[in-house]
């Protein structure tokens, strides 16, 4: 089973990835950027739902640390945030996210990117 680290602060959206992911992949949780970091080096998932506003080390931060990483930077690291302003994708994308996702959440979308992302 593909393992997906989830580095979310909001328990509530923790809660509903946690409901739409469990029964088809492992799943671990971080709840800000550092801690993600660390968790990313510990746990080696397969790919990364990253959001961007976060405590301790944002979103953008923590994609930095970890696509620097020459072990973790083939791990995909999908952007899921409310940030849906003009320029917030391309500032996603320049962190080094591989993909962008906003909230709320389109599900059929969400697990469509995990398709392509995870090869299935």
């Not at 979310?8 to 739409?20: G, R, S, W």
């Not at 992911?21 to 971080?30: G, H, I, M």
């Not at 800000?32 to 961007?52: F, H, Q, S, W, Y």
């Not at 917030?88 to 996210?97: L, P, V």
Request: charged share 20%.
């Amino acid at each position: 089973m593909k393992t997906i680290l989830i580095v979310e602060d909001v328990e509530l959206n923790v809660e509903l990835l946690t409901q739409l992911l469990e029964d088809d992949y492992t799943l671990v949780t971080a709840e800000n950027g550092a801690v993600g970091v660390t968790k990313a080096a510990e746990v080696r998932p397969d790919l990364i739902l990253m959001d961007i506003s976060l405590p301790v080390m944002d979103g953008y931060s923590a994609t930095r640390a970890i696509k620097g990483d020459p072990a973790l930077g083939h791990i995909p690291i999908i952007a899921l945030t409310a940030h849906a302003m003009a320029g917030d994708a391309e500032k996603a994308y320049a962190a080094g996210c591989n993909d962008y996702l906003t909230k709320p959440l389109d599900e059929e979308l969400l697990f469509t990117k995990l398709a392509h992302w995870l090869g299935q």
